[in-house]
């Protein structure tokens, strides 16, 4: 059996769903649908009346892109928010440039030259992905 989430949780958790929801750009009823379940279980998430069960959190976890205990209990990135799954590629990215640098201070020329192609086709994806997103913000 799980255990029972606190007030802060609860509403911490329906904070997350919405979040995600709202990131991947579903609404309530398309998210109940990919889901297996009704809109008005989404609602009663959102809303804090209800905790999803495990099968839900799981579901909901994998559509964000992080662990089932990562989505239900909360995986905060510096500023205080779900990492939404653009931010990923981001910090990809990143992970790269570091590994990349490390590869290069130790010598390692054939580690080097693999992670500087991923590091090159990451950020060309992500500099594609950037006019498409900024089109589709003005829209709306």
């Not at 909360?74 to 205080?80: F, H, I, L, N, T």
């Amino acid at each position: 059996m799980r255990e029972r989430e606190t007030g802060n949780e609860l509403a911490a958790l329906a904070a997350r769903i919405k979040a995600l929801r709202r990131t991947v750009r579903l609404s309530q009823t398309q998210l109940a649908q990919r889901l297996g379940t009704r809109q008005s279980v989404v609602s009663r998430w959102e809303k804090g009346k209800h905790i999803p069960d495990d099968i839900f959190i799981e579901k909901l976890a994998e559509l964000s892109g992080l662990s089932a205990a990562q989505f239900r209990y909360g995986k905060e990135d510096g500023g205080g928010g779900l990492i939404p799954r653009t931010a990923w590629g981001r910090r990809l990215t990143d992970h790269l440039a570091v590994a990349l640098k490390m590869a290069r201070n130790s010598d390692q020329r054939d580690v080097a030259g693999t992670l500087s192609i991923l590091l090159e086709k990451c950020l060309r994806e992500e500099n594609a992905e950037s006019p498409k997103r900024e089109r589709r913000n003005k829209k709306f």
